[in-house]
């Protein structure tokens, strides 16, 4: 076979065809001067809350003040997985004008809403899902309804739109999206607690990246008599972090390390992050990406907001250099990014009937 495809290797772009044979490939990055190794192993433990951290600093702040709040964060990341941040930088006013239109679309008759079904129903990462459609848990269809958007890049895109790759557009996606400024700070804070330069992870999850935009409806359930049928089964996420904004209805759950359920309730003009499988394949385990729930035991309507980032799809999936040493080798063989979620997102979606 002679058809080309990129692969982002961690310290170069590489366009590699599918024999392996280097085509191209761009300068190295400065990794090898690394003055610091993050080889702790991962301290996952039984935790009981979920750190609030003020990312204003981080936003604003001096190297020194962002330093401080990436070893919060790596911390967050080490030992639960899951945190909140404040100061985000994102207006309240605007997550309250999307919760809006969230509620007005979901309010809709049952036929309009699948009137924006995308593709083959239960086949899709577009579109409408109607309720216990999607098995997060495989042993439960969820409790939801939702509506998902996937980052848009040019119908031209040679090697994944073209290719029809999954997370790839076309759709309708907002302009401008503040989150995703938000996601670069989170990941240049992620690289800062892993010791590694500030825009390390640029190449991989900032022109191309496997962003699925999506927005929820979890209707009440005040009795649960039936744990086959919660708002979203028990999970952890597939990309390399999620952010997420919840309305007040306290549904959403953290497993810790003895099996306790935890709650992530909502915490006003905050948003929650949590590291996700890839991130946690690529740091070695020194980030965790956390097991978690949905039950919407309340009497009210809860909606959230989820921004589930990937990296680009061709990028290499192998341990950072400051993860690993020969006192802590790499667990895991290197996996193309792309071809490591497509499965797990393929066995989310239920088939319809
Ligand atoms: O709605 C939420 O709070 C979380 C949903 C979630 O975990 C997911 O879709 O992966
Ligand atoms: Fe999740």
Known sequence: MTETRPLLHFTKLRYYNLTDTILEETSDSNVSDLSYKNTEETMTSAFTEIPVIDFGPFINGTLEEKTQVAE?????CRQVGFFYLKNYGIPPEVTENAFDQVRRYFSLPLEEKMASVVGEVGTETRGYSSMFEQKLDEKTADRKESFHIGFELSANDEYRVKHGLLCYGPNIWPKNLPVLQLAHRVLQAFALALHLPEDYFAPFLIEKPMVEFSVYYYPPQPKVDDSNQIGCGEHTDYGCFSLLSQTSVNALQVKNTKGEWIDAKPIENTIVVNIADTMQRWTNDTFVSTVHRVINRSDKDRYSLAF????????????????CNSERPAKYESVLAGEYIEGKIQKMLMPRN
């Open 72 to 76: 919060e964060i790596g911390s967050a």
């Open 308 to 323: 589930f980032f990937g990296s680009d799809y061709f990028a290499k999936v192998e341990c950072l250099p400051s993860c």
